[in-house]
Structures are given as structure tokens and as C-alpha cells.
């Protein structure tokens, strides 16, 4: 069983900064791609920014530039730093990741969401 659990979410005003992290535990053989995404009210899920197993990474437009996605492989965890936040930049934000188990099959897998609330 994989478990994601995020943390770092909050309420910070419009120009600050947040670092959201995710940490993956169970039976895992690698982590091919860790991502995040995020679903503000009313809106649709987006896809905010992936990174893979050899550290190439994509960015949602509306972030690039401000945001950053990090991993510690040794760790089987990755991070989000945001900088200046902007109050559209509210929403939860969730990881996700493609992960291999033992079998060499790979499923995806969820965290439980985390608030990130940006005020003007």
C-alpha cells in the first residue's frame, strides 16, 4: 500500500511565499513522475507543474517563473516552492505520482490535498 501525504499549505498574503512538500511511504520501487496539481473553487483541476526520474521538469504557464518543483529521491518526496503568490494562486493543491511497484507495474497515486489560501 502507497500513501501520499502532503504538507506545507496555509494562509499567506498576496508577494509571500509557501513550500508545499509531499512524501510518498509504502511499497515503492521507483517514482517515475511526481507531479502537482491544483482545483480552485468552481474551477477545474490543473495540472500546475510535473517533474520525472531524470529531473526534467514542466510548468503550467500561469507559474512559471514563481514556482519550483524539487525531489530527493532518497527520500521518495518532492516540493513545491512558491514565490510570489498571487490571490488566483488559491486553490488545493494536491501531489500525484506515477509509481512502480516490485511487479514493474505502475499505478497513480493521490495525496489528500492541501489549502493554499493567497489574500490581496
Same mark, same amino acid.
Given at each position: 500500500?502507497?500513501?501520499?501525504?502532503?504538507?506545507?499549505?496555509?494562509?499567506?498574503?498576496?508577494?509571500?511565499?509557501?513550500?508545499?512538500?509531499?512524501?510518498?511511504?509504502?511499497?515503492?520501487?521507483?517514482?517515475?513522475? +511526481?507531479?502537482?496539481?491544483?482545483?480552485?473553487?468552481?474551477?477545474?483541476?490543473?495540472?500546475?507543474?510535473? #517533474? =520525472? @526520474?531524470?529531473? *526534467?521538469?514542466?510548468?503550467?504557464?500561469?507559474?512559471?517563473?514563481?514556482?519550483?518543483?524539487?525531489?530527493?529521491?532518497?527520500?521518495?518526496?518532492?516540493?513545491?516552492? +512558491?514565490?510570489?503568490?498571487?490571490?488566483?494562486?488559491?486553490?488545493?493543491?494536491?501531489?500525484?505520482?506515477? #509509481? =512502480? @511497484?516490485?511487479? *514493474?507495474?505502475?499505478?497513480?497515486?493521490?495525496?489528500?490535498?492541501?489549502?493554499?489560501?493567497?489574500?490581496?
Amino acid at each position: 500500500q502507497v500513501q501520499l501525504v502532503e504538507s506545507g499549505g496555509g494562509l499567506v498574503q498576496a508577494g509571500g511565499s509557501l513550500r508545499l512538500s509531499c512524501a510518498a511511504s509504502g511499497t515503492i520501487f521507483s517514482i517515475r513522475v +511526481m507531479r502537482w496539481y491544483r482545483q480552485a473553487p468552481g474551477k477545474q483541476q490543473e495540472l500546475v507543474c510535473a #517533474i =520525472t @526520474n531524470d529531473g *526534467s521538469t514542466n510548468y503550467a504557464d500561469s507559474v512559471k517563473g514563481r514556482f519550483t518543483i524539487s525531489r530527493d529521491n532518497a527520500k521518495n518526496a518532492w516540493y513545491l516552492q +512558491m514565490n510570489s503568490l498571487k490571490p488566483e494562486d488559491t486553490a488545493v493543491y494536491y501531489c500525484n505520482a506515477d #509509481i =512502480t @511497484n516490485r511487479n *514493474s507495474r505502475d499505478f497513480r497515486y493521490w495525496g489528500q490535498g492541501t489549502q493554499v489560501t493567497v489574500s490581496s
